[in-house]
């Protein structure tokens, strides 16, 4: 069942690639869906001829998949409205992901964004968040059936604090939610380096299906790509909830650096990954998407970037921090074996302070 689950989740799967029936389909789905990958799933599934599930599959994937095209639909109309509220900022910012990836990278339908993420400098949080407060948005968590229940003070400060990020922020706009995420930082750590300061004085406008926005650069993008994987890869609070590896953030990766990079010059996001320091968070996404994604391994660049980022000591692929409690846990296993683990928090082994 692994198998076929990685290569029906390949967004670039041909119809000469070779598959296995599983015997489970159960898992299959399900794991499909919990990585959100039920809707390049599906459309793989109907070009391989060769591969026979039972009908209640092929309904319930295809319902993912329409359901899929909904989500679409009022993600251009999200992207569209924070467009508009933030036409009047008067600070750097840029829309990350989804806003990008869902509405132009991949044909509708194909990957799914329950929120909006917003980079901006720490020093411009209060002029952001008041932004959006002018927007009708309130900080805090909806509940469908009794609407947003504001934040509370100390949520609202752990998250700063643990995190680098805000507690997400809601409104309802004909009975959907719109979720927008604020980032100031690119781990769990203060933002100290400079990097977000750099990104975003090299932001671009791009013009999407719902209208013009503000996103990163080409390479500053992928780098925020790597990194976001890297931190909830690699923090226990993602782990222990069982959101560090879902297969979508790989694919990402996989989808932007084909797609984005075909022809094009790798030298400068090689020097932006050493600008910034970065080398490990990069090596870490670059080289786990591969494993998992294993059509990159013929990628000749690819692997010469890795190659070139490479750090000395990788200690650091197979270990999970403990922000709070300041600890560093570790795991003993290949990684396609540890994405497949359903404890993985159960597994690891605490390596002292």
Request: aromatic share 12%; net charge negative; charged share 30%.
């Given at each position: 069942m692994d198998n076929l689950f990685f290569r029906l989740s390949d967004f670039f799967m041909e119809e000469t690639d070779e598959?296995?029936?599983?015997?489970?389909?159960?898992?299959?789905?399900?794991?499909?869906?919990?990585?959100r990958m039920g809707g390049i799933g599906y459309l793989n599934m109907r070009r391989l001829k060769g591969l026979k599930v039972?009908?209640?599959?092929?309904?319930?994937?295809?319902?993912?998949?329409?359901?899929?095209?909904?989500?679409?639909?009022?993600l251009l109309r999200d992207v569209g409205i924070l467009s508009e509220i933030f036409s009047k900022s008067t600070f750097a910012y840029a829309l990350l992901k989804g806003a990008y990836l869902s509405t132009?990278?991949?044909?509708?339908?194909?990957?799914?964004?329950?929120?909006?993420?917003?980079?901006?400098q720490e020093e411009d949080l209060s002029r952001c968040t008041g932004l959006l407060a002018e927007g009708g948005f309130v900080q805090g968590q909806?509940?469908?059936?009794?609407?947003?229940?504001?934040?509370?003070?100390?949520?609202?400060?752990?998250?700063?604090?643990n995190y680098g990020e805000t507690v997400p922020f809601f409104k309802v706009v004909d009975d959907e939610a719109i979720m927008v995420d604020i980032n100031f930082s690119l781990d769990y750590k203060p933002e100290e380096s400079g990097i977000v300061r750099k990104m975003l004085q090299r932001t671009?406008?791009?013009?999407?299906?719902?209208?013009?926005?503000?996103?990163?650069?080409?390479?500053?993008?992928?780098?925020?790509?790597?990194?976001?994987?890297?931190?909830?890869?690699?923090?226990?609070?993602?782990?222990?909830?069982?959101?560090d590896l879902?297969?979508?953030?790989?694919?990402?990766?996989?989808?932007?650096?084909?797609?984005?990079?075909?022809?094009?010059?790798?030298?400068?996001?090689k020097n932006r990954i050493f600008e910034y320091g970065v080398m490990k968070e990069c090596f870490y996404a670059l080289k786990n998407t591969a494993v998992v994604f294993e059509k990159l391994l013929q990628n000749e660049e690819y692997m010469k970037l890795l190659e070139e980022i490479q750090p000395d000591n990788l200690d650091f692929m197979k270990q999970i921090v403990c922000p709070k409690e300041k600890q560093v846990l570790s795991y003993d296993m290949e990684?396609?074996?540890?994405?497949?683990?359903?404890?993985?928090?159960?597994?690891?082994?605490?390596?002292?302070?």
């Amino acid at each position: 069942m692994d198998n076929l689950f990685f290569r029906l989740s390949d967004f670039f799967m041909e119809e000469t690639d070779e598959v296995m029936i599983p015997e489970s389909q159960e898992r299959l789905l399900g794991a499909l869906c919990l990585n959100r990958m039920g809707g390049i799933g599906y459309l793989n599934m109907r070009r391989l001829k060769g591969l026979k599930v039972s009908k209640e599959f092929r309904w319930t994937m295809e319902a993912v998949y329409n359901d899929n095209l909904r989500k679409y639909e009022l993600l251009l109309r999200d992207v569209g409205i924070l467009s508009e509220i933030f036409s009047k900022s008067t600070f750097a910012y840029a829309l990350l992901k989804g806003a990008y990836l869902s509405t132009m990278l991949y044909p509708k339908g194909c990957r799914v964004s329950n929120d909006i993420d917003i980079l901006v400098q720490e020093e411009d949080l209060s002029r952001c968040t008041g932004l959006l407060a002018e927007g009708g948005f309130v900080q805090g968590q909806y509940v469908r059936g009794k609407g947003i229940i504001p934040a509370t003070r100390r949520e609202i400060v752990m998250a700063r604090m643990n995190y680098g990020e805000t507690v997400p922020f809601f409104k309802v706009v004909d009975d959907e939610a719109i979720m927008v995420d604020i980032n100031f930082s690119l781990d769990y750590k203060p933002e100290e380096s400079g990097i977000v300061r750099k990104m975003l004085q090299r932001t671009r406008k791009v013009a999407g299906p719902s209208g013009e926005f503000v996103t990163l650069d080409r390479a500053d993008f992928m780098i925020q790509l790597c990194c976001h994987l890297y931190k909830e890869a690699t923090t226990i609070d993602w782990v222990m909830t069982g959101r560090d590896l879902l297969l979508y953030k790989f694919s990402d990766i996989y989808v932007f650096f084909t797609k984005e990079y075909q022809g094009k010059d790798y030298q400068l996001l090689k020097n932006r990954i050493f600008e910034y320091g970065v080398m490990k968070e990069c090596f870490y996404a670059l080289k786990n998407t591969a494993v998992v994604f294993e059509k990159l391994l013929q990628n000749e660049e690819y692997m010469k970037l890795l190659e070139e980022i490479q750090p000395d000591n990788l200690d650091f692929m197979k270990q999970i921090v403990c922000p709070k409690e300041k600890q560093v846990l570790s795991y003993d296993m290949e990684f396609k074996d540890w994405f497949m683990q359903k404890d993985r928090a159960g597994l690891l082994r605490n390596m002292g302070n």
